[in-house]
């Protein structure tokens, strides 16, 4: 199994800046792709960014710019670095692997706990 811990999440005020950090442990094989997602009251989860093992990035257009995924694939740890933030990011964020426990297995989506993000001024 593999673990994800998250941590960073905090109340910050409009236009504040956050960094998330989310550290995968346990039987970690191979991680092919680490994530931020979210989810808003009353909204479904979205994906905000991921990275690839290769270093590939992805955002949703409303935070690009503002938003900046990176990775420690030696410490299998995604972070997220959230500058200018908006009332609107106000979410729970939940870190994602897509992962290998072994080598010969196929990879599974292991999730984080979440970690709560409010602006607010």
């Known amino acids: 199994q593999v673990q994800l811990v998250e941590s960073g999440g905090d109340l910050v005020q409009p236009g504040g800046s956050l960094r998330l950090s989310c550290a995968a442990s346990?039987?970690?094989?191979?991680?092919?792709?680490m994530g931020w997602y979210r989810q808003a009251p009353g909204k479904q989860r979205e994906l905000v960014a991921s990275?690839?093992?290769?270093?590939?990035?992805s955002y949703i257009d409303s935070v690009k710019g503002r938003f900046t995924i990176s990775r420690d694939n030696g410490k299998n740890t995604v972070y997220l670095q959230m500058n200018s933030l908006k009332p609107e990011d106000t979410a729970v964020y939940y870190c994602?692997?897509?992962?290998?426990?072994?080598?010969?297995?196929?990879?599974?989506?292991?999730w984080g706990q979440g970690t709560q993000v409010t602006v607010s001024s």
């Open positions: 994602n692997a897509n992962a290998q426990t072994y080598n010969t297995g196929p990879p599974s989506n292991y």
């Open positions: 346990g039987s970690v094989f191979r991680i092919y792709v």
């Open positions: 990275i690839s093992s290769s270093g590939r990035l």
